[in-house]
């Protein structure tokens, strides 16, 4: 979703991806775990903006709404207005830039991205919401079903630019979640649907189990998760108010044992409905800053409209983790990448 600042709202490639290496950030950011600690369970080792207002090949870079990484560990970003780029994992340079379109021809707001075990690209559209199957040239291969009440009024229960935000595959690859951003009418404010498909013969899906996930305030939203090896998600929460800035946490999340939600009309705080258990592992803005700058007001000016995260590897115990600011193509913000280390144990 475009986060504008006049807005008040708001593990299959694991093995592939430990050998993507973080670029190198500002002169200043220290390397120190304790110094640049944003909780107990999450420090920051640099940032970098390095793509911050520059083109390839005649395309804007920038507008990134989600991040994979790619069977040869170079890294995949997508943006949401239909282009997806494949970065050099070093430097974050683009080495090519792939337009996405639907059955008509027209561009999509893609927002979440899983690159699939035979490198086919799944892509979630908020505007139907759709998760389609693109071949590396960006030719549709597939398109996966969508329950009618997460679809955009007057066809579901959905408001078109809240829906599916976040895209994973849980462990072992048989099942696709998708998140999204905000509830569909009628739920409880603040409860969310994670929508799952399992996997079928010839990878294609079908429709499976839903569940619910309650953020911490009405207008925050979920514009990614990812999913750890033991079943767990890694779950941002983000959120913009105008003259403020950006909210930003990282939660760990268990869904383990919720409630499926697919046959539940409306969640209103049923008795006995379990919703997806979190954990806040860190507010963002807590981070030191590393000598970061904004260009509008923030909490913390390391701070952007933070909306893409991939799992790029793990290491003495902590995930790495790579975020990244969606800029909106907006003067006033940044297209700023976010190396974290996490730690999802006691």
């Given at each position: 979703?475009?986060?504008?600042?006049?807005?008040?709202?708001?593990?299959?490639?694991?093995?592939a991806a430990t050998c993507l290496t973080a670029a190198a950030g500002p002169a200043n950011a220290s390397n120190s775990r304790t110094a640049n600690a944003c909780?107990?369970?999450?420090?920051?080792?640099?940032?970098?903006?390095a793509l911050d207002k520059t083109t390839y090949d005649g395309t804007f870079v920038g507008n990134f709404s989600a991040l994979a990484v790619d069977k040869d560990g170079s890294l995949a970003a997508l943006e949401d207005r239909s282009s997806l780029f494949d970065l050099d994992a070093k430097t974050l340079q683009p080495k090519r830039a792939v337009h996405l379109a639907d059955e008509n021809g027209a561009d999509l707001d893609s927002e979440g991205l899983v690159i699939d075990r035979d490198g086919t690209r799944l892509i979630t559209s908020e505007t139907e919401p759709?998760?389609?199957?693109?071949?590396?040239?960006?030719?549709?291969?597939?398109?996966?079903?969508?329950?009618?009440?997460?679809?955009?009024?007057?066809?579901?229960?959905?408001?078109?630019?809240?829906?599916?935000?976040?895209?994973?595959?849980?462990?072992?690859?048989?099942?696709?979640?998708?998140?999204m951003e905000y509830p569909i009418a009628g739920d409880t404010s603040g409860d969310v649907r994670f929508q799952t498909w399992t996997r079928t013969k010839g990878d294609h899906f079908k429709l499976a189990a839903q569940y619910a996930y309650k953020t911490d305030a009405a207008f925050l939203g979920v514009p990614e998760?990812?999913?750890l090896p033991d079943g767990r998600l890694l779950v941002l929460e983000r959120g913009f108010t105008s003259?403020?800035?950006?909210?930003?946490?990282?939660?760990?999340?268990?869904?383990?044992?919720?409630?499926?939600?697919?046959?539940?009309?409306t969640l209103t705080g049923q008795p006995g409905v379990h919703l997806?258990?979190?954990?806040?592992?860190?507010?963002?803005a807590d981070c030191p800053t590393l000598g970061a700058t904004a260009k509008q007001p923030q909490p913390n000016p390391l701070l952007d409209n933070i909306e893409?995260?991939?799992?790029?590897?793990?290491?003495?115990?902590?995930?790495k983790v790579l975020l990244v600011s969606d800029d909106n193509q907006n003067a006033v913000q940044t297209t700023r990448f976010y190396?974290?280390?996490?730690?999802?144990?006691?």
């Amino acid at each position: 979703m475009r986060l504008r600042t006049v807005l008040a709202t708001a593990t299959a490639g694991l093995a592939a991806a430990t050998c993507l290496t973080a670029a190198a950030g500002p002169a200043n950011a220290s390397n120190s775990r304790t110094a640049n600690a944003c909780s107990s369970s999450v420090s920051i080792d640099r940032f970098s903006d390095a793509l911050d207002k520059t083109t390839y090949d005649g395309t804007f870079v920038g507008n990134f709404s989600a991040l994979a990484v790619d069977k040869d560990g170079s890294l995949a970003a997508l943006e949401d207005r239909s282009s997806l780029f494949d970065l050099d994992a070093k430097t974050l340079q683009p080495k090519r830039a792939v337009h996405l379109a639907d059955e008509n021809g027209a561009d999509l707001d893609s927002e979440g991205l899983v690159i699939d075990r035979d490198g086919t690209r799944l892509i979630t559209s908020e505007t139907e919401p759709s998760i389609r199957r693109y071949s590396a040239d960006g030719t549709i291969l597939d398109r996966l079903p969508v329950p009618s009440s997460l679809l955009v009024a007057p066809a579901g229960r959905a408001v078109s630019n809240q829906t599916f935000e976040g895209l994973t595959l849980l462990p072992g690859g048989h099942t696709l979640l998708a998140s999204m951003e905000y509830p569909i009418a009628g739920d409880t404010s603040g409860d969310v649907r994670f929508q799952t498909w399992t996997r079928t013969k010839g990878d294609h899906f079908k429709l499976a189990a839903q569940y619910a996930y309650k953020t911490d305030a009405a207008f925050l939203g979920v514009p990614e998760v990812q999913a750890l090896p033991d079943g767990r998600l890694l779950v941002l929460e983000r959120g913009f108010t105008s003259g403020v800035g950006n909210t930003v946490r990282l939660y760990l999340a268990d869904p383990r044992h919720a409630t499926d939600t697919s046959a539940i009309d409306t969640l209103t705080g049923q008795p006995g409905v379990h919703l997806i258990k979190k954990t806040l592992l860190a507010d963002i803005a807590d981070c030191p800053t590393l000598g970061a700058t904004a260009k509008q007001p923030q909490p913390n000016p390391l701070l952007d409209n933070i909306e893409g995260m991939v799992i790029t590897g793990k290491e003495k115990g902590r995930y790495k983790v790579l975020l990244v600011s969606d800029d909106n193509q907006n003067a006033v913000q940044t297209t700023r990448f976010y190396y974290l280390r996490v730690r999802t144990t006691p």
